[in-house]
């Protein structure tokens, strides 16, 4: 990770993890048909593609926010292609950093046929410069929809039965990353709002990847 920070290597580097024990790979359990997730940032990105994954685990209801409300043309196909598995998707606009909003939705997502049982939070925006260079614009933009987000979020849904609470990190908290500061700090501050919600005996799970599902109730992975 150092050598490609530093833009000292050619072509492409390769990590290859160790390989699990054949006896220790079981395969994912499956969600109940009951279950209902709300995503925000769902309509793109890592978003979408954990709806697409949830879905095919067994997620039968699906809520997939963002701030316009409105896939793009390349995911509209996408989503459409997960209702025609039988998947109840619902697509709408909500800012995640507004708390009221928040909480109005959660209301009647934990009062669907299909109840609200686990929640993502990948939203996020990039503001990349030079941390001398950087506005406090540039930070608010950065920080708002991960920790205001995350927040809110955490508050309106203390009172639902949860299974789930996923938050979207980044390796970044880790290692660091040029022109990232802000971005580095939100997610700091977001682990900190998963840290909070453990230390309660809340769900919550932080994946740092943001390539696969973690399983793990309360964690940080």
């Not at 998947?87 to 708390?99: F, G, I, P, R």
């Not at 009062?111 to 410069?129: C, E, F, N, Q």
Request: hydrophobic share 50%; glycine share 8%.
């Amino acid at each position: 990770f150092r050598l490609m920070q530093k833009s000292g290597h050619l072509g492409k580097i390769v990590i290859r993890p160790p390989e699990a024990p054949a006896h220790a790979r079981a395969a994912p359990a499956p969600f109940a048909a009951r279950d209902g997730w709300l995503i925000v940032g769902g309509l793109s990105g890592f978003g979408l593609s954990t709806a697409e994954r949830l879905a095919a685990r067994g997620a039968r209801k699906l809520w997939l926010v963002s701030r316009s409300g409105k896939p793009g043309p390349n995911e509209a196909p996408r989503i459409a292609r997960l209702m025609e598995t039988g998947v109840a998707v619902e697509t709408a606009s909500l800012d995640v950093t507004d708390k009221g909003a928040v909480a109005a939705f959660v209301i009647d997502a934990a009062h669907d046929a299909i109840p609200l049982r686990g929640v993502v939070h990948s939203a996020m925006t990039l503001r990349d410069k030079l941390a001398g260079d950087l506005t406090e614009a540039d930070i608010d933009a950065v920080v708002a929809p991960k920790v205001a987000g995350a927040m809110a979020l955490d508050e309106a849904t203390r009172a639902v039965p949860l299974e789930h609470f996923i938050l979207y990190s980044s390796a970044t908290t880790l290692i660091g990353n040029p022109h990232q500061a802000a971005y580095v700090a939100a997610n700091k501050a977001l682990e900190a709002v998963a840290a909070d919600r453990c230390a309660a005996g809340l769900p919550a799970c932080v994946n740092r990847n943001s390539a696969a599902l973690a399983g793990d109730r309360k964690s940080v992975v």
